[in-house]
């Protein structure tokens, strides 16, 4: 992995937007002061591909990444790694309670040839190349796929952080080795041994099934097949002699059809002639048509006679007057004698009112007078009031009068200086005026409420007179509508004659309604008469129509019951002459029906004879029964090819099951031998033992010229050991070093790390870069000056990016670009500087 370009924004101290350019940047070096944020452009990387950083503590630490304050972080790096471009980008953002979370992640496959220059514009990236990843659940897998290395082994082999330096060196055998698996692609053997296993588990389990299918083929051979072409040929010939002797079959089965035809239809001619009887009941329906008209003829005189008295009735209630007028009258008689009774009364209600009002009016009178006076003793105390201010000013003036000293108001000499008065005046006249005013309220108070009674009484009075008015009115209405009316008990007796009259009306109209029932139903029995007559003569005409073949004699259409008789007799002369001939044509069909039977037996000799069962085929041959002995022969001979053509089958099955049987052992052994040679404790691990070697060697060497030939670096056993040669080749532990020593020893495994296995990367964990992130300062200057010498080394092949995070000067003067970190009271920045 190779940085190219880091865009932040909001990250911890860069609160502004700040880039970091990294093109053409093979050796560099991040300077500035302590705290200026120069390792917090190495989180930054950390952050944008994995989502955490060392010194954070792991994901939950993901608050830090906020500047304070900040309510968004933005981190952008684009970056190569094998020899693709990607651009990650992961931004974070707080909520309105404070909580900080991953609010987008993305990583994207850039084009080719993508100006990097161009994001200086704002471009957005959004769709820009192929989507690796599009939310943050992806990230993980994207960005090691990319990178090829985990996080741990990230920052173990890539940026190497403070505090962390010391990390490989001091790794289990365990973890350091699984790091080297991931550097030099040998999952890709493990990958391999697990997929050869399961070919050959896979080849032995088809082995199994192919083994299952032969013992199931196992009678298809060649005699089996040999067997069935024969039978097969012998149900083709049966096929083709029932095929040849069917049509003997359908001749016989022809004649004996139309014996059996002429034999049935002189059968139906017996039958039809046979069933010609005269119908019961034909006499009873001839009368009852007599019966009903005269019936009816009855009934309708009646009706007449009904409706005659009915009208005379109706006569007589006419000439009795208008019941609805007589009813008026007598309402009118009694209307009279309430209104006379009710006089006294509304005459009585309007004196007592007139008197109420009376009194309420003179009550209402007094108060008014009252009222009045009351007002005019309140202006007077409100006059008396004002005259009082004007004499309070006055005496409020004497105290400023000097005796033998003008007036300020009249300009006089004052000779002497009234006294001034011990009350004032203006208090006085409140106390008359608050009085006058107390006395003028009750006045109007008392004048309000009986003029309101007066009033409402006065118009309770018009009311009652308006109401004695019109009860005078509807009196005086009545009396003279009542004037040339006849007398009440004249009225009483002409109402009763008029509800006697309509008694009778009602019962001769009930008499009419009863005489029309009884007319109807005689009518209803006429017209089934008639319909049973016609009915007669229908089902006549249907029977003598169904002998119209036969020509029957002509009907008197004036008699039914001789016409009746006339058929039946020719009906039995006709049925005597048929019998004859129906037992001539029964003996044909007993000589054709002889005939079919034996075409049958024929073709059923045929099917036993070639060992086959006949179809069960019905007593009387039909042409169903010709179609089931040639369908039955075909489908014989259809199942013997088909038994042929699936033995075939099953025997090219067979074949085709041991040829594979044969390929299947062979994979079989191949997969499990290549498995076993594969297997971690084989072929894997002499490959790291291999990988391991060459990374002590690199390391050793480096670590002698670090140290002035005094140290060298070995393992045994997977652990890392140094060899102290000023101390007679004395064999230390890793964890036994002082702290410079430490470092040295960590520095040169890291170069040698990134040096020797580089190159042996078959993924695309290939270490393209390192960056250090340690204490430079802790080497003495000889020391430095070595190590100094071999970054420049290392970064002279130009096969990969050597940076270094320091704050000694010598040390970073030797480095040709420099990024100097700066820190402000706002924000953290980044100047290039060099070449």
């Not at 012998?234 to 139309?258: S, Y």
Request: a negative charge.
């Amino acid at each position: 992995m190779r940085p190219i370009r880091l865009d932040m924004s909001g990250f911890t101290v860069f609160r502004d937007q700040t880039t970091v350019d990294f093109t053409d940047a093979d050796y560099f070096a991040l300077v500035g002061p302590t705290g200026s944020g120069k390792s917090t452009v190495l989180d930054a990387i950390c952050f944008v591909l994995y989502g955490q950083v060392p010194r954070w503590g792991g994901a939950r630490g993901i608050v830090n990444a906020l500047a304070p304050s900040a309510v968004e972080a933005r981190v952008r790096l684009v970056f190569e790694s094998a020899g693709d471009r990607y651009v990650a980008t992961r931004v974070v953002r707080r909520d309105g309670r404070g909580n900080v979370k991953t609010s987008g992640a993305g990583l994207q496959l850039m084009p080719a040839g993508f100006d990097v220059s161009k994001l200086d514009t704002g471009m957005d990236l959004a769709d820009l190349g192929e989507v690796l990843a599009g939310v943050p659940a992806e990230m993980d897998e994207a960005v090691q796929a990319a990178v090829g290395l985990p996080y741990e082994q990230f920052t173990s082999c890539v940026i190497l952080p403070q505090g962390q330096f010391a990390d490989f060196l001091h790794a289990k055998p365990a973890t350091r080795q699984q790091i080297l698996i991931n550097l030099l692609g040998l999952q890709m053997y493990e990958r391999v041994q697990v997929r050869a296993a399961e070919r050959g588990k896979t080849a032995d389990a088809k082995l199994t099934v192919v083994d299952q299918s032969l013992a199931a083929l196992e009678d298809a051979t060649d005699e089996a097949v040999e067997s069935a072409a024969e039978h097969l040929a012998r149900m083709r010939e049966l096929t083709g002699a029932v095929e040849a002797a069917v049509p003997g079959l359908r001749a016989a089965r022809a004649e004996e059809e139309a014996a059996r035809g002429t034999r049935d239809t002189l059968d139906a001619e017996l039958g039809l002639l046979s069933s010609v009887r005269t119908p019961k009941g034909l006499a009873e329906a001839t009368g009852a048509i007599t019966a009903a008209r005269t019936t009816a003829e009855q009934a309708a005189e009646a009706v007449h006679e009904a409706e005659e008295a009915e009208e005379k009735v109706r006569g007589e209630l006419t000439a009795a007057g208008d019941a609805g007028s007589l009813r008026l009258a007598l309402d009118r008689h009694t209307e009279l004698d309430r209104l006379t009774e009710q006089e006294g009364w509304f005459a009585g209600k309007v004196s007592v009112a007139e008197v109420e009002c009376r009194d309420a009016r003179a009550s209402a009178d007094l108060a008014e007078s009252e009222h009045t006076g009351a007002q005019q003793l309140l202006e007077q105390a409100r006059q008396d009031y004002r005259d009082a201010q004007q004499r309070d000013r006055a005496s409020a003036l004497r105290g400023h009068l000097v005796a033998g000293h003008d007036c300020p108001v009249c300009e006089q000499k004052v000779t002497v200086v009234p006294q001034v008065p011990r009350e004032s005046s203006v208090r006085l006249a409140e106390a008359a005026g608050n009085a006058a005013r107390e006395a003028a309220e009750q006045a109007t108070a008392r004048f309000q409420q009986r003029d309101a009674v007066a009033r409402n009484l006065e118009s309770d009075l018009e009311r009652k007179r308006g109401q004695y008015e019109h009860h005078l009115t509807r009196l005086a209405e009545v009396r003279k509508a009542v004037q040339g009316l006849p007398g009440v008990e004249a009225i009483q007796q002409r109402l009763a004659e008029f509800t006697r009259l309509q008694g009778r009306l009602e019962d001769a109209t009930a008499a009419v309604r009863s005489a029309r029932d009884r007319l109807r139903a005689a009518q209803t029995g006429v017209r089934t008469a008639e319909e049973q007559q016609r009915t007669a003569w229908r089902t006549f005409d249907a029977v003598r129509d169904g002998l119209a073949r036969f020509v029957p004699p002509p009907a008197d259409r004036d008699d039914l019951a001789g016409a009746w008789a006339s058929l039946v007799d020719w009906a039995r002369a006709e049925h005597a002459s048929r019998a004859t001939a129906r037992a001539a044509a029964e003996g044909s069909v007993t000589a054709a029906h002889q005939a079919t039977a034996g075409a049958h037996a024929a073709i059923v000799a045929l099917f036993t004879a070639a060992e086959v069962q006949p179809p069960a085929t019905p007593p009387t041959v039909t042409a169903d029964a010709e179609a089931t002995l040639i369908r039955a022969a075909a489908v014989t001979a259809e199942r013997a090819e088909a038994a042929w053509q699936r033995m075939t089958e099953r025997f090219e099955q067979a074949r085709e099951q041991q040829d594979q049987r044969m390929v299947l052992q062979q994979e079989s052994r191949v997969a499990k031998s290549l498995a076993g040679h594969l297997r971690a404790n084989n072929f894997e691990r002499w490959l790291l033992e291999e990988a391991l070697d060459l990374l002590v060697d690199g390391a050793s060497g480096i670590l002698r010229e670090l140290t002035g030939g005094q140290y060298e670096l070995m393992h045994d056993k997977g652990e890392f050991f140094v060899v102290d040669h000023h101390d007679a080749g004395l064999r230390r532990g890793v964890r036994t070093l002082s702290g410079g020593e430490t470092f040295q020893a960590s520095l040169a495994l890291a170069l040698a790390l990134s040096e020797q296995l580089a190159g042996m990367s078959t993924t695309a964990a290939s270490l393209e870069s390192i960056v250090l992130d340690e204490g430079f300062g802790t080497l003495d200057a000889a020391t430095l000056d070595v190590v100094a010498a071999t970054l420049e080394n290392l970064a002279a092949r130009g096969d990969r990016m050597v940076g270094l995070v320091t704050h000694v000067h010598a040390l970073a003067e030797r480095v040709p670009v420099r990024f100097e970190v700066h820190k402000d009271a706002r924000t953290a920045y980044v100047e290039r500087v060099g070449l």
